[in-house]
């Protein structure tokens, strides 16, 4: 059974910074996609980040040069590493593997960011 088991979300204050962790079993992480979507309350899920598994990345206009993206094929882990947060990152985080064919998803983790 396939699982991505996010961690690292909560409560920082603005200008903060936290690092959000997705570990995942039962698949051959080196051969997928990972990405980091989040959903804030009202609004569509977006994309966040996304590293292959050539390690070519992707980061969303509001988030390049404040959050970096990073996996270890060793721990089956992928990496979020935001700073500077704001406000506007408050969202639901989920890590999502992505094959060719399969895609997975996590129960997400909450990060709010106050002001």
């Known amino acids: 059974q396939v699982q991505l088991v996010e961690s690292g979300g909560g409560l920082v204050q603005a200008g903060g910074s936290l690092r959000l962790s997705c570990a995942a079993s039962?698949?051959?992480?080196?051969?997928?996609?990972m990405s980091w979507h989040r959903q804030a309350p009202g609004r569509e899920r977006e994309l966040v980040a996304q590293?292959?598994?050539?390690?070519?990345?992707n980061y969303a206009g509001s988030v390049k040069g404040r959050f970096t993206i990073s996996r270890d094929n060793r721990k089956n882990t992928v990496y979020l590493q935001m700073n500077s947060l704001t406000p506007e990152d408050t969202a639901v985080y989920y890590c999502?593997?992505?094959?060719?064919?399969?895609?997975?998803w996590g129960q997400g983790t909450q990060v709010t960011v106050s002001s």
């Open positions: 999502t593997a992505l094959s060719a064919s399969l895609q997975y």
């Open positions: 039962s698949i051959t992480f080196s051969a997928y996609t």
């Open positions: 590293i292959t598994s050539l390690s070519d990345i």
